[in-house]
């Protein structure tokens, strides 16, 4: 009885409590493998928009971040936020967002801008999902190490290997041995400095045939300066190379933090006062730099509603997947309706 009472309680109190869900994408787009589940395409994005417009949903993060900040976050806020600055944020999310007059911020890997080849993650998966030509055992070098995965029993372009590498996903059972070495090799990589990065890929590129995808550039300088002429958007940092901070040296981790803050500040001509971390990844110095570089908040990944008492550097975020009309909403109601934390 005294349970049903409390659940009961929490259930009230946590209806009756201002509470703001900001959302997490990275991607509005048609491609042909998503391992991470970050891409939703431009027919499931509009669905969520025209959600969100019915329901009268979408503010500004940098007024989500005002409002926490005078303790007036109200009833059922939410903002959108865009990380890595991928073109397709430009080509497809702009337009519609634009469409259903819905605001947004887009944090900007910097180095990234304006570079015609992919991100490594996308890269690799290239390699290891669309390449014929990996060896029966594959070896890397990585800092000393060899390591090896055995490929030999798989052919990448038979219909069965090319449908279960198109459909999985990284929280699925692995169906295959080139699921696992980009599981493996993915892990291997995100804690590596961008030039160790490098080395590897090097590696793995002499596998392959296969081109750049230019659906998975990043945006350019004259884009990003087209979002931020628009009163709807803001820009922010998400440092230069994509690094995961904590596995960096102090002085490496402040430059990354820095130098994109002051390039994204010499592009657009203003103060730059927002932040995402990489991967969600951050520790004590992290939020130290940014608080001296006048950063005001920053958002990570981790999957809670935001509250009164929130520390604006660890904003959290649910990240939104493909899903069609009736399962976002679905998601909304979870979001708005389920208690995340003790209040």
């Known amino acids: ?10 259930g009230l109190k946590n209806k009756i409590t201002p509470k703001g869900v900001i959302l997490l994408y990275h991607r509005v787009a048609e491609v042909e493998y998503d391992p991470w589940s970050l891409v939703v395409s431009p027919k499931n994005f509009e669905a969520q928009l025209i959600i969100l417009q019915k329901k009268n949903l979408g503010i500004s993060l940098k007024k989500m971040a005002e409002r926490l900040g005078q303790n007036k976050l109200g009833f059922n806020s ?11 944020n430009y080509s497809y999310a702009k337009p519609l967002l634009e469409k259903y007059a819905i605001p947004a911020t887009f944090f900007i890997a910097t180095a990234q801008v304006g570079q015609r080849k992919e991100f490594w993650w996308d890269e690799l998966e290239n390699i290891l999902f669309a390449s014929p030509l990996l060896p029966d055992r594959l070896q890397v070098r990585v800092l000393g190490t060899d390591y090896f995965w055995d490929l030999a029993s798989e052919d990448p372009v038979s219909t069965m290997c090319q449908e279960n590498l198109k459909i999985w996903h990284y929280d699925a059972a692995s ?10 090799l993915w892990t291997i990589i995100k804690p590596l400095a961008p030039n160790q990065q490098e080395v590897i ?15 998975n550039f990043p945006m350019t300088s004259k884009q990003l ?32 933090i820095s130098d994109s803050i002051r390039t994204l500040e010499d592009l657009l001509s203003r103060k730059i006062t927002t ?27 981790e999957e809670k509603c935001v509250f009164k008492r929130q520390n604006p550097y660890e904003l959290p975020r649910f990240q939104v997947k493909n899903w069609d009309a009736e399962d976002f909403e679905g998601h909304l109601r979870v979001w708005f309706n389920t208690l995340f934390q003790t209040i």
């Open 1 to 10: 009885m005294k349970s049903l009472i409390s659940k009961k309680i929490i």
């Open 78 to 88: 939410l903002a959108l936020t865009f990380d890595d600055g991928y073109g397709d």
């Open 175 to 184: 169906r295959n041995n080139r699921q696992k070495a980009f599981l493996d």
């Open 201 to 215: 890929m090097a590696q793995l590129r002499k596998y392959s045939r296969e081109q750049p995808r230019e659906y």
């Open 225 to 256: 300066l087209e979002i931020e002429d628009k009163t709807l958007f803001c820009l922010g940092a998400h440092t230069c190379n994509h690094p995961s901070l904590p596995a960096l040296s102090a002085e490496n981790q402040g430059a990354e």
């Open 275 to 301: 932040f995402s971390y990489p991967y969600g990844d951050y520790n004590q110095h992290s939020l130290e730099t940014l608080k001296n570089a006048g950063v005001s908040y920053a958002c990570t990944t």
